[in-house]
């Protein structure tokens, strides 16, 4: 299996835009989880999903952020309108079930100027 | 929520050295996993261990839930050991997100 797949790798975009962000799970993997890293909170959950149906998204930052699961191969996270506080890198994970082993795609390396 | 702090937050090793990573928790998990986020970034699982020892190679990791720590060991360790490692934990009875600790930083030299 090619593992977790995000896309694309690196974005960079000026404030003000939309930024949409990709990610496939590994098949056969039910829960689906986005993360943030910043050197100032470290790696904290934003959104996560059990067969395609989100479950828990209190760690969204404000209402800038939406995640959706259309099927179980895919999932996107926008941010409209991005700022630069929203510069991070931004990894999608997936298990098998819920509190089963997690792995981790990539990450997006976003950049907001 | 739960806090999760790893020891030592920075690691200098000369290569062939051992190491012991320790990752404390301030409440009941029913998930462990440890991470070695490379160079590059990317976040390798090294392994899923809410209880009992593991090993893998040069690395083994011991979890003791109910003492709330888990250790991981590195032997032999190598330049492509370092990076970063990371402990996260999923807490008992409060949803399912890891909980990740702020790392170990871990420079292997030659």
């Known amino acids: 299996d090619a593992g977790v797949i995000q896309s694309p790798r690196h974005e960079v975009t000026e404030m003000g835009q939309e930024v949409t962000l990709r990610c496939k799970p590994i098949?056969?993997?039910?829960?689906l989880f986005w993360y943030r890293q910043t050197m100032m909170r470290g790696l904290e959950l934003l959104i996560y999903f059990n067969n395609n149906v989100p479950i828990d998204d209190s760690g969204m930052p404000e209402d800038r952020f939406s995640a959706k699961m259309p099927n179980a191969s895919f999932s996107t996270l926008k941010i409209q309108p991005s700022e630069p506080r929203d510069s991070a890198v931004y990894f999608c994970?997936?298990?098998?079930?819920?509190?089963?082993?997690?792995?981790f795609g990539q990450g997006t390396r976003l950049t907001v100027v | 929520g739960i806090q999760v702090e790893q020891s030592p937050p920075d690691l200098i090793l000369q290569e062939g050295a051992n190491s012991t990573l320790r990752c404390n928790f301030s409440d009941s998990v029913n998930n462990l996993q440890w991470f070695h986020q490379n160079p590059w970034g990317q976040l390798i699982n090294l392994f899923y261990i809410p209880s009992g020892t593991k090993q893998n190679g040069r690395l083994s990791a011991t979890t003791v839930a109910t003492e709330r720590y888990s250790l991981l060991y590195i032997s032999s360790s190598q330049t492509t050991d370092s990076g970063v490692y990371f402990c996260a934990v999923v807490r008992s009875n409060s949803g399912y997100a890891l909980n990740f600790g702020k790392g170990t930083s871990l420079l292997v030299t030659p």
């Open positions: 098949s056969g993997h039910n829960s």
């Open positions: 994970a997936s298990s098998i079930d819920l509190n089963t082993e997690a792995f």
